[in-house]
């Protein structure tokens, strides 16, 4: 795996806490319209996991009850508004289990 940034490589558009409190989740937009999902450890602000999509800019993120699941918003970069086109439920990333 390439070396992650240690930060969004743009704006930041939605973050949540697990329900254990142990990871907060990310979300943003990254170049060429794509995604960004990143995981980070609330202790110590360490970054667990980080990738870019190619789903549209992240808008909003929900992290299910049980930390598996992760629901998110995306639409087009660019726009004055944040509009949602598409929304994915995906797993949680391995890197946090």
Known sequence: ????????????????????????????????????????????????YGEELPLGAFYSVAVSADNKVLAIATGAQGRTQQDVNSSYVIKMPDAVK
Do not use: C, E, F
Request: proline residues 10%; glycine residues 14%; without cysteine.
């Open 1 to 48: 795996m390439p070396p992650q940034p240690a930060a969004h490589p743009g704006w930041i558009y939605g973050v949540r806490y697990t329900s254990d409190g142990k990871y907060l989740v990310s979300v943003g937009g990254a170049p060429q319209n794509k995604g960004y999902l990143a995981v980070w450890a609330a202790a110590d602000g360490r970054l667990i």
